[in-house]
């Protein structure tokens, strides 16, 4: 099984900053890497697959990249609707898995 | 638009059973693989299980196998998931998720199971 591990676990950050979240994986899972954003009572929403090819309907200050064994997100400027839990998901073997989460909190 | 709406989610006694389904619109159900994946209560994600097109393949989480069975009615567009021996461990929110179709998967707003006694 393929162990993701976020980094960092929490990040206060005020609105307007930039925000990068790592992801590193226990084995290369190629270019089979997301990013998902999940808000309470509403279902996980994909960002990136590719691990850098932004979904349909994903800002452009949200950004993707790496592959293999370590992906970036990044948020050029926070806004107040992006904190949020943000988790990185593999499905390049079989049992796909997800990170821990890194959740995005108000400084 | 793509639509995916659970519903027989309900509170189940631990060793019991239950069958949730995710009834589809919006798109050719049929062309499309489709996913179970759960949220704990305070928890991460777990990809459960997915179901090929034609219904002929699937795959479950360690954690699950032989006791939940994924399944698809074609002519209903309908996706199920058949939880036998349930334990406290299933408690969860259950999502119902398409392959990706437009550019991005399409989730359903889930629906609850807890086990307790």
């Known amino acids: 099984e393929i162990v993701l591990t976020q980094s960092p676990v929490t990040l206060s950050v005020s609105p307007g900053e930039r925000v990068t979240l790592s992801c590193r994986a226990s084995q290369s899972a190629g270019n089979d890497l997301a990013w998902y954003q999940k808000k309470p009572g509403q279902p996980p929403r994909l960002l990136f697959y590719g691990p850098s090819t932004r979904a349909t309907g994903i800002p452009a200050r949200f950004s993707g990249s790496g592959s293999a064994t370590e992906i970036t997100l990044t948020i050029s400027s926070l806004q107040s609707e992006d904190f949020a839990i943000y988790y990185c998901?593999?499905?390049?073997?079989?049992?796909?898995?997800f990170g821990q989460g890194t959740k995005v909190e108000v400084k | 638009e793509v639509q995916l709406v659970e519903s027989g989610g309900d509170l189940v006694q631990p060793g019991g059973s239950l069958r949730i389904s995710c009834a589809t619109s919006?798109?050719?159900?049929?062309?499309?693989?489709m996913h179970w994946v759960r949220q704990a209560p305070g928890e991460g994600l777990v990809w459960v299980s997915y179901?090929?097109?034609?219904?002929?393949?699937?795959v479950y989480v360690d954690s699950v196998k032989g006791r939940f069975t994924i399944s698809r009615d074609n002519a209903k567009n309908t996706l199920f998931l058949q939880m036998n021996r349930l334990s406290v461990e299933d408690t969860g929110i259950y999502y119902c998720v398409s392959d990706p179709i437009g550019g991005t998967n399409h989730w359903g707003q889930g629906t609850p199971v807890t086990v307790s006694s």
């Open positions: 179901i090929e097109r034609g219904g002929s393949g699937a």
């Open positions: 998901q593999q499905y390049n073997n079989w049992p796909w898995t």
């Open positions: 919006g798109f050719i159900f049929s062309n499309y693989r």
